[in-house]
T-cell receptor, first 112, second 115 residues
Framework: DAKTTQPPSMDCAEGRAANLPCNHS???????VYWYRQIHSQGPQYIIH???NNETNEMASLIITEDRKSSTLILPHATLRDTAVYYC?????????????FGAGTRLFVKA | NAGVTQTPKFQVLKTGQSMTLQCAQD?????MYWYRQDPGMGLRLIYY???????DKGEVPNGYNVSRLNKREFSLRLESAAPSQTSVYFC??????????????FGPGTRLLVL
């Protein structure tokens, strides 16, 4: 699985958009980009994933660059409850990619 | 539908003691995982099981053994606990999202202290 690079921490004002970057320059053609978050001491929670098109769901938007070497997770209106560690993961699909590696993630602090 | 459950929630061991962490999922998932998370750190993969009957090493397998008892259950065993194994242990299973891709669902964690 491809390695990802994320900033260790970021701040965001409540109500503003939080933009979390991720670099995955060695991603291969059949690998997806997944985002998870971990709030306090809970188990990580799935947020969103994508292959090459931008994706949006009720939690967030995912923007993947055309060359697929980087992506950005966008929380459009961050709240205090979005304070968490966000993990960017690159992984293959069902035929492979069983081995799922999490990095250190980005610790997002949403401030009032 | 309870999702992924883990027992126990907390455990204190003395160095050299053994114990088994239990994990079960009721979502009919094929793949299951064990991770550990040390304070202030990310998750590290210990072992995983792609399907019933198979297990494979992750990033940090030393000092642990696993058993995929059946499709639902995946246990992690510490034969001789060491203080370096003090951590929070998360079990996860992998299933489908509506778009027919796969994502992981995590349990609440087991907090282990080895004295």
């Amino acid at each position: 699985d491809a390695k990802t690079t994320q900033p260790p921490s970021m701040d965001c004002a409540e109500g503003r958009a939080a933009n979390l970057p991720c670099n995955h320059s060695t991603i291969s053609g059949n690998e997806y980009v997944y985002w998870y978050r971990q709030i306090h001491s809970q188990g990580p929670q799935y947020i969103i994933h994508g292959l090459k098109n931008n994706e949006t769901n009720e939690m967030a938007s995912l923007i993947i660059t055309e060359d697929r070497k980087s992506s950005t997770l966008i929380l459009p209106h961050a709240t205090l409850r979005d304070t968490a560690v966000y993990y960017c993961i690159v992984r293959g699909t069902n035929t492979g990619g069983f081995k799922t590696i999490f990095g250190a993630g980005t610790r997002l602090f949403v401030k009032a | 539908n309870a999702g992924v459950t883990q027992t126990p929630k907390f455990q204190v061991l003395k160095t050299g003691q053994s114990m088994t962490l239990q994990c079960a999922q009721d979502m009919n998932h094929n793949s299951m995982y064990w991770y550990r998370q040390d304070p202030g750190m990310g998750l590290r993969l210990i072992y995983y099981s792609a399907s019933e009957g198979t297990t494979d090493k992750g990033e940090v397998p030393n000092g642990y053994n696993v058993s995929r008892l059946n499709k639902r259950e995946f246990s992690l065993r510490l034969e001789s606990a060491a203080p370096s194994q003090t951590s929070v242990y998360f079990c996860a299973s992998r299933g489908l999202v509506p778009q027919q891709q796969e994502t992981q669902y995590f349990g609440p964690g087991t907090r282990l202290l080895v004295l």
